[in-house]
């Protein structure tokens, strides 16, 4: 494509203008359907990102929801088990007090005092095993035979 022209009478040579306009044309078309390519290229961009980011927020606020929700779930059942360690703490302190007021230092004492004589019990019962005396002496104690004479 050549911008020269002949010089000819009266100016340019007609075919050779008219063939350059052709030309020229033809470069104008190339460049408009390649705008129109780059133009739909684009508009096609732009609606599939927002597609994309709108799909994007859908699913985030599914997922919102959702992590809202066992959030929800996790803290009722924090909550439940602290009422059952707390109803446990309460139980375990009203025992713990029941007892302590029925068991005192006497009860440990007559405990103490039962257990010694049973110990004495059982030394007078070794000593006087077959392997020092022959027959039973007559006068040793038979073991209590209720669960209330030995307290």
Do not use: C
Request: hydrophobic content about 35%.
């Amino acid at each position: 494509m050549s911008d020269r022209f002949a010089v000819v009478k009266r100016g340019y040579d007609i075919s050779e203008v008219d063939q350059y306009i052709t030309q020229l044309e033809t470069v104008i078309r190339s460049y408009k359907e390649k705008d129109n390519a780059i133009n739909s290229a684009l508009i096609s961009a732009q609606m599939t990102a927002t597609n994309i980011i709108n799909e994007a927020h859908k699913n985030a606020g599914f997922l919102k929801t959702g992590a809202v929700a066992k959030l929800d779930a996790i803290t009722a059942s924090i909550s439940v088990q602290k009422r059952l360690v707390k109803e446990f703490q309460d139980d375990y302190n009203r025992l713990a007090k029941k007892y302590l007021k029925e068991f005192n230092d006497s009860d440990v004492l007559s405990v103490y005092s039962k257990i010694q004589e049973l110990e004495e019990y059982i030394d007078g019962l070794v000593s006087e095993s077959p392997r020092k005396q022959t027959s039973p002496a007559p006068e040793a104690e038979a073991p209590p035979t209720s669960q209330s004479a030995w307290l």
